[in-house]
């Protein structure tokens, strides 16, 4: 199976930050790698698809980039409203597999 | 829009199974739109696939679960289901479903329903 690890597990960071999340697969998935967003008691939020292809509606001071085992989630400009658990996904196998999550909260 | 809902009981015994049901609306489930998957959280951890059903009928669970695991599809409801046996402490968790999607190059999980917290407990 493959194993996905984010880092870091939890960052602080201030609105108008610019942060960056890192997702590490066990093997290379090319670019099957998918992105969501959290916050507390709602269901995750597709963000980005294909390592960097923003999902319809999405700011675009949220990006991805990344392939083989290395990705990362940047956004830019933190909202008060990205403060929130980001979590990564891999589709290169359909025995799907997540990240551990990633809590950005409030400096 | 396709919109998901999770229904089922809220607290199970253990050894006993845990069966969860999610309806769609908005689309059919057939239509090949979609397949669908039963996604799972523990309190305070990450997430964890269950497995998926596609619209033709065929399965595809978690390696770890699959021994315990049957998910299936009513068509005429407009639902699918989730049967998880054996179930212990280590089952509690919210449970969402999730619609797959398939652009022909990647695939994601969009739309999710809210979510459905199983507790295991006598």
């Known amino acids: 199976d493959i194993q996905m690890t984010q880092s870091p597990s939890s960052l602080s960071a201030s609105v108008g930050d610019r942060v960056t999340i890192t997702c590490r697969a066990s093997q290379t998935i090319s670019k099957y790698l998918n992105w969501y967003q959290q916050k507390p008691g709602k269901a995750p939020k597709l963000l980005i698809y294909?390592?960097?292809r923003l999902q319809s509606g999405i700011p675009s001071r949220f990006s991805g980039s990344g392939s083989g085992t290395d990705f990362t989630l940047t956004i830019n400009n933190l909202q008060p409203e990205d403060f929130a658990t980001y979590h990564c996904?891999?589709?290169?196998?359909?025995?799907?597999?997540f990240g551990q999550g990633t809590r950005l909260e409030i400096k | 829009q396709v919109q998901l809902q999770e229904s089922g009981p809220g607290l199970v015994k253990p050894s006993q199974t845990l069966s969860l049901t999610c309806t769609v609306s908005g689309g059919s489930i057939s239509s090949g739109s979609h397949y669908w998957n039963w996604i799972r959280q523990p309190a305070g951890k990450g997430l964890e696939w269950i497995g998926r059903i596609h619209p033709i009928g065929t399965t595809k669970y978690n390696p770890s679960l699959q021994s315990r695991v049957t998910i299936g599809m009513d068509t005429a409801k407009n639902q699918f289901a989730l049967r998880l046996s054996s179930v212990t402490a280590a089952d509690t968790a919210v449970y969402y479903c999730?619609?797959?999607?398939?652009?022909?190059?990647?695939?994601?999980?969009?739309?999710w329903g809210q979510g459905s917290l199983v507790t295991v407990s006598s």
């Open positions: 294909g390592a960097s």
């Open positions: 999730a619609g797959g999607r398939d652009s022909g190059d990647y695939d994601w999980f969009d739309p």
């Open positions: 996904q891999q589709s290169y196998s359909s025995r799907y597999s």
